[in-house]
């Protein structure tokens, strides 16, 4: 069964840090992995992730994947209010098109 | 693009009833998932479908959930007869083939 475990499951830090949430997985037949984010609606679609070693960047949001150790780290950078969210890591795999969620990360960023 | 729709927003219904939740994905997405959220088991893959096919419902708890997907643009999830363990969150998500998923609003639902 395919399996996706993030930490901590939640984080409060002072607006301007800098906050590393991880994920690790275990998944048949790895497709991509794929990071959200959440406020109090929908997920909103940050990055996929398909190849090791090879980071991504959006803003200050920045993400790797480690394919050899399963697992890949969410970066976010001079932290802001905004930033508050529930943050989710999810992998595709397995011969199925759906994803395997982890349970998030909830991060509270205090001014 | 209006990204997926899903209705109603929330719903609150009394044990027993028959529950409906309604999504329309974004054209030209040719997959179609339905999500379950509660805080205690986080997102859950239902059931999804491709080309309007179910492609796979093991996620789906029990008999009293049923999919449908009578056409590209619409697809239903039904609960009957609904029960409080139900209440939840109820995503609907379309994609195309290797690209991301976009998530619907959501359906919260309250069995009481």
């Known amino acids: 069964e395919d399996k996706v475990v993030q930490s901590p499951l939640s984080l409060v830090v002072h607006e301007g840090d800098t906050v590393t949430l991880n994920c690790s997985y275990e998944?048949?037949?790895?497709?991509?992995l794929l990071w959200y984010k959440q406020e109090k609606k929908a997920p909103t679609f940050l990055f996929m992730l398909t190849s090791s070693g090879i980071e991504k960047k959006s803003g200050r949001l920045s993400s790797i994947l480690d394919k050899k150790e399963l697992f890949s780290i969410l970066n976010i950078t001079a932290t802001q209010t905004g930033d508050s969210a529930i943050y989710l890591c999810a992998v595709s795999g397995g011969g199925a098109d759906g994803l395997t969620f982890g349970k998030g990360t909830h991060l509270i960023i205090q001014p | 693009d209006a990204g997926v729709i899903q209705s109603p927003r929330h719903e609150v219904t009394e044990m027993g009833q028959e529950v409906t939740l309604r999504c329309k994905p974004i054209s030209g997405h040719n997959s179609l998932f339905w999500y379950r959220q509660t805080m205690m088991r986080g997102l859950e893959l239902l059931i999804y479908f491709n080309n309007n096919v179910p492609i796979d419902d093991s996620g789906m708890p029990e008999d009293r959930f049923s999919a449908k997907m009578p056409n590209a643009s619409f697809s239903t999830l039904k609960i009957q007869p609904s029960e409080p363990r139900d209440s939840a969150v109820y995503f609907c998500?379309?994609?195309?083939?290797?690209?991301?998923?976009?998530f619907g609003s959501g359906t919260r639902l309250t069995v009481v």
């Open positions: 998500a379309s994609s195309r083939r290797d690209t991301g998923y976009t």
């Open positions: 998944v048949t037949n790895f497709r991509s």
